[in-house]
């Protein structure tokens, strides 16, 4: 036999994968999570998740789903039952009344924005994605065949696009804007004052789209007043797309529910996608993604009282230090913070801190604390702290973070 036949064949990963890696929240995550498998004291604000359980009614409502055997599948891109929920959700949040072939649900809001890409971009198409940002947004786009054109928003102009810079980003291959309010990772949020312009740009270029990603819509603080950009323009509502989702309002992340509202041509293009992929989302997902938004909302208010304490601890806590400075976020649940005063000191081993990417290392293994360098998500030096987690745990993080800056040389 010849032997060379038995020689394993390398393996050749696609093209379209060349210039994408794992999200670096993934590798600091997992690192930090090694190291408390090995008996660490190591505290994770990297996580892009509420620490709350999903609400009882929900739960009980998934539990019915499954008894009464709605464990089948359901129509391709969500059933008749949730899209009317969701119909409904937008009339009721955000005055705004979508038709039942305007409405999809997917396995999560993440491949809500996959099916859109896969179904929208050809060879070259761009995508203006302002910074910071969620760094999928650029690897989808980049897997979709188009290219991201990174627009960065300085913390000056409160990590928000300005409509100046979104007119010298567009080209003739424009094709989409994407936008994130609150955003991750910078918790900033957009008013109607502060859409207005950028939509205003926006009705001088018939040809690009815009897709919002209203994901932490209901987690806003300090009496913000959360506003969609379909709701703000009417004549706009022709070539965008409003995504949503129940993860992170309903703390519902695993059971993976996302749903979009937009025009019925580019809904039903994003089924074809859906289609050739996972198919419907998960039956019992969807019955208990009825219940939360269809159910009692008051757990919201409650559960963002909570995020507001916990936002205001750690703000107050990394303005105390030299070196860091960290601006009040509108709303979801990160800060993101400047350690630009940190930068070019030297820690206690000799290491020079050049950018935010060594801090974040630094204070993972000097100090037990897991953050998320500003520069994964396209703007440093700054780093992002979730704090989606107990009090305690956030006090005892600031004073390790404090501990650790006053270390540096």
Same mark, same amino acid.
């Given at each position: 036999?010849?032997?060379?036949a038995?020689?394993?064949?390398?393996?050749?990963?696609?093209?379209r994968?060349?210039?994408?890696?794992?999200?670096?929240?993934?590798?600091?995550?997992?690192?930090?999570?090694?190291?408390?498998?090995?008996g660490q004291?190591?505290?994770?604000?990297?996580?892009?998740?509420?620490?709350?359980?999903?609400?009882e009614?929900?739960?009980?409502?998934?539990?019915?789903?499954?008894?009464?055997?709605?464990?089948?599948?359901t129509?391709?891109?969500?059933?008749?039952?949730?899209?009317?929920?969701?119909?409904?959700?937008?009339?009721?949040?955000?005055?705004l009344?979508f038709?039942q072939?305007?409405?999809?649900?997917?396995?999560?809001?993440?491949?809500?924005?996959?099916?859109a890409?896969?179904?929208?971009?050809?060879?070259?198409?761009?995508?203006?994605?302002?910074?910071p940002?969620?760094?999928?947004?650029?690897?989808?786009?980049?897997?979709?065949?188009?290219t991201?054109?990174?627009?960065?928003?300085?913390?000056?102009?409160?990590?928000?696009?300005?409509?100046?810079?979104?007119?010298?980003?567009?080209?003739?291959?424009?094709?989409?804007?994407?936008?994130?309010? &609150? +955003?991750?990772? $910078?918790? *900033? @949020?957009?008013? /109607?004052?502060?859409?207005? =312009?950028?939509?205003?740009?926006?009705?001088?270029?018939?040809?690009?789209?815009?897709?919002?990603?209203?994901?932490?819509e209901h987690i806003?603080?300090?009496?913000?007043?959360?506003?969609?950009?379909?709701?703000?323009?009417?004549?706009?509502?022709?070539?965008?797309?409003?995504?949503?989702?129940?993860?992170?309002?309903?703390?519902?992340?695993?059971?993976?529910?996302?749903?979009?509202?937009?025009?019925?041509?580019?809904?039903?293009?994003m089924?074809?996608?859906?289609?050739?992929?996972?198919?419907? &989302? +998960?039956?019992i $997902?969807? *019955? @208990?993604?009825? /219940?939360?938004?269809?159910? =009692?909302?008051?757990?919201?208010a409650?559960?963002?009282?909570?995020?507001?304490?916990r936002?205001?601890?750690?703000?107050?806590?990394?303005?105390?230090?030299?070196g860091?400075s960290?601006?009040v976020?509108?709303?979801?649940?990160?800060?993101?913070?400047?350690?630009a005063?940190?930068i070019?000191?030297?820690?206690?081993?000799?290491?020079?801190?050049?950018?935010?990417?060594v801090?974040?290392?630094?204070?993972?293994?000097?100090?037990?604390?897991?953050?998320v360098?500003?520069?994964?998500?396209?703007?440093?030096?700054?780093?992002?702290?979730?704090?989606?987690?107990?009090?305690?745990?956030?006090?005892?993080?600031?004073?390790?973070?404090?501990?650790?800056?006053?270390?540096?040389?």
């Open positions: 036999m010849n032997v060379l038995k020689q394993p064949s390398p393996f050749k990963p696609a093209q994968l060349s210039a994408i890696g794992v999200s670096e929240i993934l590798k600091v995550t997992g690192l930090a999570a090694q190291m408390k498998r090995e004291n190591v505290i994770i604000l990297g996580a892009g998740e509420p620490d709350f359980d999903t609400p009614p929900i739960k009980d409502a998934a539990a019915r789903a499954m008894r009464d055997g709605a464990t089948k599948y129509a391709l891109d969500g059933s008749p039952e949730l899209k009317a929920a969701i119909r409904a959700k937008f009339k009721r949040d955000n005055g009344d038709a072939d305007e409405i999809t649900v997917s396995a999560g809001a993440k491949q809500v924005l996959f099916n890409m896969m179904a929208t971009l050809d060879p070259g198409d761009e995508v203006i994605i302002p910074t940002f969620w760094v999928t947004y650029a690897d989808i786009v980049a897997i979709a065949g188009g991201p054109v990174l627009v960065p928003c300085s913390e000056a102009n409160g990590f928000r696009l300005s409509p100046e810079d979104l007119a010298r980003a567009i080209t003739p291959r424009t094709r989409w804007l994407m936008l994130n309010s &609150p +955003s991750n990772p $910078s918790g *900033a @949020a957009y008013s /109607e004052h502060q859409y207005r =312009p950028i939509l205003d740009v926006l009705l001088k270029h018939p040809s690009v789209w815009l897709m919002v990603d209203d994901i932490y806003i603080y300090d009496g913000f007043r959360f506003v969609t950009p379909v709701a703000i323009e009417p004549a706009l509502r022709n070539r965008t797309l409003t995504v949503n989702g129940v993860s992170k309002a309903y703390a519902m992340t695993g059971w993976r529910i996302g749903y979009g509202a937009g025009p019925s041509a580019l809904i039903k293009a089924a074809v996608v859906q289609s050739q992929s996972t198919s419907c &989302p +998960s039956s $997902s969807q *019955a @208990a993604a009825i /219940e939360a938004l269809t159910g =009692p909302q008051d757990v919201i409650d559960r963002c009282r909570s995020f507001q304490q936002r205001d601890l750690v703000v107050d806590a990394l303005n105390s230090i030299e860091i960290c601006r976020p509108e709303g979801a649940f990160y800060t993101f913070a400047s350690c005063g940190l070019g000191k030297t820690t206690p081993d000799g290491r020079v801190v050049e950018d935010d990417t801090f974040a290392d630094y204070l993972l293994r000097a100090a037990g604390v897991a953050v360098p500003g520069s994964a998500f396209g703007l440093a030096p700054y780093f992002r702290i979730s704090y989606a987690t107990s009090a305690a745990e956030l006090r005892d993080a600031c004073q390790r973070i404090a501990a650790a800056a006053a270390r540096l040389l």
